[in-house]
């Protein structure tokens, strides 16, 4: 039996021993491996439950592995999973940046997990299928074969650690990250500093969307979109809103940071102890019923 399928069945044992005993926590496996090991999404009507990095995902849609103007990358990692509000917004910008020279579309990154939840390696976001991660590349070529999705990387729009913009930059980028923050089920953007310092200077038009844009490490060879919890739907924890004002000012700060770093603060003298991973008993109770569905 390969390696994968052995993991799978253990993970599915564990999940059947977890629903059978929900009041013994401790005995709780890491929920990465239960949701990790599902496949499809849940049989139930579409909802987002608990907060985008403590959360899952009921009755997740897949975004296509090819569209006209998309193509979603890393496929072996089924992760072009997301809420159809989520799926929709993908395929809408999509299709904006098809509009920009010498773009065809996007190359589409990690969404979430067939049933959404904490990922096995990478993001503690990404967990009620409200997260998206889009590829800096342009996306010239629509056609790339499974193998070379695989193994294609994107590429790294930061200089001097984030402080700015490199060659890479376009106008481009400017304006398909202005036209995903316009979207009203937008409700934050991430990207490295010296971009959102950038967008800043480019702009001439109105400011308002340059809110969402927040500064925050990495997301030099991706941008993260982050949608509003639908409407109606119970249970899912809306993000605060960010801070008033175009955010220009707060981004300058980001960069100096970067520039002239402050001394490190000296470390406790007894250290924190260390976090486990999330259990299912960490998670909304609806995760155990999105979990158990066939």
Same mark, same amino acid.
């Given at each position: %039996? ?7 069945a253990?993970?599915?044992?564990a999940?059947? =021993? ?7 926590a401790?005995?709780e496996?890491?929920?990465?491996q239960? &949701?990790?090991?599902?496949?499809g999404?849940?049989a139930?009507?579409a909802?987002?439950f608990?907060?985008?990095?403590k959360g ?5 849609v897949q ?10 990358m890393?496929?072996? +990692?089924?992760?072009n999973?997301?809420h159809?509000e989520?799926?929709? &917004?993908v395929?809408d ?8 020279r010498?773009?065809g ?9 067939p049933?959404g939840?904490? %990922?096995l390696t ?5 967990q ?5 991660? =889009?590829?800096?590349?342009?996306a010239n ?9 695989e193994n ?7 200089r001097?650690?984030?402080a700015f ?23 934050r953007?991430?990207? &490295?500093p ?15 969307w340059? +809110? ?5 490490w990495?997301?030099?060879y991706? &941008?993260h979109?982050?949608l509003?919890? $639908?409407?109606g739907?119970?249970?899912c ?6 801070p008033?004002?175009?955010?220009c000012q ?12 402050k ?13 486990? $991973? ?6 909304p109770?609806?995760?155990?019923t999105?979990?158990?569905?066939r």
């Amino acid at each position: %039996m390969k390696t994968g399928l052995v993991r799978k069945a253990i993970a599915l044992g564990a999940l059947a =021993i977890t629903l059978a005993n929900p009041i013994n926590a401790a005995a709780e496996p890491a929920a990465k491996q239960l &949701f990790g090991a599902i496949k499809g999404g849940s049989a139930h009507k579409a909802a987002s439950f608990g907060s985008y990095a403590k959360g899952c995902l009921a009755g997740g849609v897949q975004l296509p592995q090819t569209g006209p103007t998309w193509q979603a990358m890393r496929l072996s +990692r089924n992760r072009n999973w997301g809420h159809p509000e989520l799926v929709d &917004f993908v395929q809408d910008l999509s299709r904006k940046a098809a509009r920009q020279r010498g773009w065809g579309g996007l190359y589409v990154g990690d969404l979430s997990q067939p049933r959404g939840g904490p %990922m096995l390696t990478g993001h503690r976001s990404h967990q009620i299928g409200l997260d998206a991660d =889009i590829w800096m590349l342009p996306a010239n070529k629509l056609n790339l074969s499974v193998n070379a999705r695989e193994n294609i990387s994107s590429i790294s729009m930061q200089r001097a650690k984030g402080a700015f913009v490199n060659n890479n930059w376009t106008r481009a980028h400017h304006e398909i990250l202005k036209a995903a923050a316009k979207d009203r089920r937008v409700a934050r953007i991430f990207v &490295f500093p010296g971009a959102k310092v950038q967008m800043c200077k480019d702009e001439k038009g109105s400011r308002k969307w340059l +809110r969402k844009i927040r500064p925050w490490w990495g997301h030099h060879y991706h &941008f993260h979109v982050r949608l509003h919890c $639908p409407k109606g739907v119970r249970g899912c924890v809306d993000q605060a809103p960010p801070p008033r004002g175009d955010g220009c000012q707060d981004a300058v700060d980001w960069v100096n940071n970067i520039l002239n770093p402050k001394p490190a603060p000296p470390k406790p003298s007894k250290p924190s102890k260390p976090r486990g $991973p999330l259990t299912l008993g960490d998670l909304p109770k609806q995760c155990r019923t999105v979990l158990s569905s066939r």
